[in-house]
């Protein structure tokens, strides 16, 4: 498969990296842009999660005169589905900005070979990262919100409005993350081809 | 380091795939159990959660199309094809199995800030089926996102790049 005319044979890893930090192409181009998106998308889902938090102070039982209170505090450190989800969404930021940095300068020259054919293992990596992650705390916000009759877990989404809102809005930025990561992803696979010389 | 053969991994791969996601559907779906709490009837199935309804759909799906597959790995003319829907079902069943995980972490051990305790005291059975359909889906999801590197290596020999 030609990769253009008048291309000597040079070494690989030479070829590599001007191919790689040439972003003459349309291809490239959209790739760096839906990065950028990505790495926003990731960190402000990791974020918003990471500083969700609300306390509420609530009357529960008047004796006499005096007022019993009772103060409940929401953390996101409370549910380790919360956890895994800003921690999956930390580590998809952490590899969106290395991929956005690696696709201005190219790869570092150790890694100069094997760069074409790691970049896209790594985008199916981080696909599965943020989906996992994406996935556990929906559910556990649903959770959340509905309660569970069977079990007799009750709903805690009233109680403490704030903090179920700003997750929920964590959650569509990682979704909309996570949307934007497959079609790095395609594209990166996609690119692949030009790389083919059998 | 090019395979010389390059459809027996992915097939028994897919065997594997094949296996582990009809066992999780299996073990999720015969998962039953009743306690009598203080005369009321405490009843736990998988249609419960949506949770694990949304599981064993997406490993029901799985499967269906391993089988589909195990036939037809010998063409490769829809090599491209077959990378994309390879990408959508593991994509599908590493989110089937974070979310059942997450639940049922909260079923195992409770949440004492929400104030909900933990079931698998009083149906221990239950558990235990849906641990076995966790692990098979767990086997499941790691089988078929080998499946997804290896199907690309085949389409675009990926250890050979630049050579």
């Known amino acids: 498969m030609a990769l253009g005319g008048g291309e000597t044979l040079e070494a690989g890893g030479d070829r590599a990296a001007r191919v790689m930090s040439s972003s003459s192409s349309k291809v490239d181009l ?42 409940l505090t929401a953390k996101f450190q409370h ?15 952490l590899h969106n900005l290395l991929m956005l940095v690696v696709s ?34 929906a559910f556990m916000g649903q959770l959340g919100r509905d309660g569970n009759s069977h079990a007799r877990w009750n709903k805690i989404c009233d109680k403490i409005d704030s903090f179920c809102d700003r997750g929920g809005g964590a959650m569509i930025a990682s979704f909309i993350g996570l949307v934007l990561i497959i079609i790095i992803c395609s594209l990166s696979i996609i690119r692949l081809r030009r790389y083919n010389t059998i | 380091m090019i395979l010389s053969k390059r459809i027996l991994p992915i097939f028994l791969l897919r065997l594997l795939a094949l296996g ?16 009598l709490v203080f005369n009321i009837k405490f009843e736990a199935k998988y249609t419960n959660s949506p949770t694990f309804k949304y ?24 090599g491209h094809l077959i990378l994309a829907l390879d990408l959508i079902v593991t994509l599908l069943l590493e989110s089937s199995i974070s979310a059942c995980i997450a639940i049922g972490q909260v079923g195992k051990k409770g949440n004492s800030h929400a104030g909900w305790l933990p079931i698998c005291g009083q149906v221990p059975k239950f558990c235990d089926h849906v641990t076995g359909a966790m692990i098979a889906g767990f ?9 997804l590197v290896y199907s690309l290596h085949n389409l675009i020999s990926l250890f050979t790049l630049n050579t």
Do not use: W
């Open chain 1, 30 to 71: 959209v790739m760096v842009l839906l990065r950028v998106l990505a790495l926003l998308a990731t960190v402000s889902a990791a974020l918003i999660m990471g500083f969700n938090k609300q306390t509420r102070t609530i009357v529960v039982a008047t004796i006499g005169t005096t007022t019993v209170q009772a103060t």
């Open chain 1, 104 to 137: 201005f300068i190219g790869p570092p020259k150790l890694f100069e070979r094997i760069a074409p054919s790691a970049i896209p293992v790594f985008d199916l990596m981080n696909v599965a990262i943020v989906s996992g992650g994406a996935s556990a705390a």
């Open chain 2, 139 to 147: 086997a499941a999801a790691l089988a078929y996102f080998l499946i």
């Open chain 1, 79 to 93: 549910t380790p589905a919360f956890v895994f989800f800003v921690i999956a969404n930390g580590i998809a930021s």
């Open chain 2, 55 to 78: 599981f064993i759909l997406i490993n029901a799906i799985a499967s269906g199309y391993t089988l589909i597959l195990l036939f037809l790995s010998c063409k490769s003319s829809f």
């Open chain 2, 20 to 35: 582990a996601t009809v066992s999780a559907t299996v073990l999720m779906v015969t998962s039953h159990d009743s306690a």
